[in-house]
């Protein structure tokens, strides 16, 4: 069975201060690594796809790589806005359903 | 990136009565859809998955007499919660792959919050 944790669960950092959230995983088959982001009452906003050890991938202040067990999504210099839950979901084998970690609930004060 | 939305985004119903959701692809086409529940504070759920032209696949534990999903074009697929009581309030989502290969990107719809009275 395709297993997802992320942790820590929650995370506060101070504007500026950079960190890093985990996503561990157990698959057969890993075809593709997802990462989103969820504000509260909106449904999950796409970030990045990571297909295989060693990708990464960067959009303004993250970055999310991926190795055989686990993927990180960095945040650098982090502002107030980037306050939401990140989730990180593995889609496995011939099935295109994805199977979802618990997310990580990043709030970032001024 | 591609559009999905959903229809309503809020929606109160008194216990017993159906409710029926939408979801559509705005800016592509989707043979295959997916159908999510949330609870507050909790990760996304999945329901079942939505084929355009055979029937749904449900998730175990998931009553398919109850959650009718009818995926009726290659960007409309609907959920109706028949019957709804109580504790099927919840908030729904639906998504949608941007292509056609596994290991698609899946994008998501806004949501719809049922609230069961």
């Known amino acids: 069975e395709d297993q997802v944790t992320q942790s820590p669960e929650a995370l506060r950092l101070q504007e500026g201060e950079s960190s890093s959230l985990n996503c561990s995983y157990t698959?057969?088959?890993?075809?593709?690594l997802f990462w989103y982001r969820q504000d509260p009452g909106k449904g999950p906003e796409f970030l990045f796809t990571?297909?295989?050890a060693g990708e990464e991938k960067e959009k303004e202040r993250l970055k999310a790589t991926l190795t055989k067990k686990e993927s990180f999504l960095h945040i650098t210099a982090p502002k107030p806005e980037d306050s939401a839950t990140y989730l990180c979901?593995?889609?496995?084998?011939?099935?295109?359903?994805?199977?979802f970690g618990k997310g990580i609930t990043l709030s970032v004060r001024p | 990136g591609a559009v999905v939305s959903q229809h309503p985004s809020w929606v109160i119903c008194k216990s017993g009565t159906s409710v029926k959701i939408e979801c559509r692809s705005l800016?592509?086409?989707?043979?295959?859809m997916f159908w999510y529940r949330q609870f507050p504070k909790q990760s996304l759920m999945l329901m079942a998955t939505?084929?355009?032209?055979?029937?749904?696949?449900?998730e175990q534990g998931v009553e398919k007499d109850k959650f009718l999903i009818n995926h009726a074009s290659l960007t409309l697929s609907t959920l109706t919660v028949t019957s709804a009581h109580p504790e099927d309030s919840s908030f729904y989502i639906c998504?949608?792959?941007?292509?056609?290969?596994?290991?698609?990107?899946?994008?998501f719809g806004p949501g719809t919050r049922l609230l069961v009275l």
């Open positions: 998504s949608a792959p941007g292509g056609a290969g596994v290991g698609e990107t899946q994008y």
């Open positions: 698959v057969s088959g890993l075809r593709g």
């Open positions: 990571l297909y295989s």
């Open positions: 979901a593995v889609q496995a084998g011939a099935n295109s359903k994805l199977t």
């Open positions: 800016d592509f086409q989707a043979t295959t």
């Open positions: 939505s084929n355009e032209g055979s029937k749904a696949t449900y």
